[in-house]
């Protein structure tokens, strides 16, 4: 079962927010409600610790990453590895809800649409602890590091 968690990655300081991810965010909030889901804001702060703390043997090529969206793409991968639940970047809008769509599945994965890769890390859901999530930090890592 993938749990009702809706995880989002972004700047602590939403002052900072891109004025689209205002809209987009609560559209999260109106068809994903409280109570019946829990959403998760993570900030800088929370992203660094979900690495350190879990993942510590990616936290060296975590660290030195020189800017925060390569951060947030990275620890997208161990949120869903360690809590699954649906991961939407703040650019995506929610339409309506369809949890009911996912539920069942193991993982979901959106196909690109531009064809630049197989697969987009944008919106994604599943169960916790599934491995194609440590197979993307560990290619994540060798990408970064051989660059």
């Known amino acids: 079962m993938i749990p009702k968690i809706i995880h989002h990655c972004g700047p602590s300081d939403r002052s900072k927010w891109d004025p689209i991810w ?3 965010y609560n559209s999260w909030l109106e068809h994903f409600p409280e ?3 829990k959403h998760i804001y993570w900030s ?5 610790d979900v690495v350190h ?3 510590p043997e990616f ?3 975590f660290d030195s990453f020189p800017i925060e969206v390569l951060k947030w793409d990275f620890s997208r991968y161990c949120i869903m590895h360690k809590y699954g639940g649906v991961y939407a970047d703040l650019d995506i809008y929610c339409y309506k809800n369809f949890y009911e769509k996912v539920d069942g599945f193991d993982i979901i994965l959106v ?3 531009d064809h630049s890769s197989n697969v987009e890390n944008s919106l994604m859901a599943s169960k916790p602890s599934m491995d ?3 197979e993307c930090l560990k290619t994540s890592e060798r990408t970064y590091l051989n660059n």
Request: overall charge negative; proline content about 4%; aromatic content about 26%.
């Open 22 to 24: 205002h809209p987009c």
């Open 35 to 37: 109570g019946e889901y």
């Open 44 to 48: 800088n702060e929370e992203t660094i």
């Open 53 to 55: 703390t879990y993942y």
């Open 59 to 61: 936290k060296q090529t």
């Open 111 to 113: 196909e690109s649409i």
């Open 132 to 134: 194609f999530y440590y």
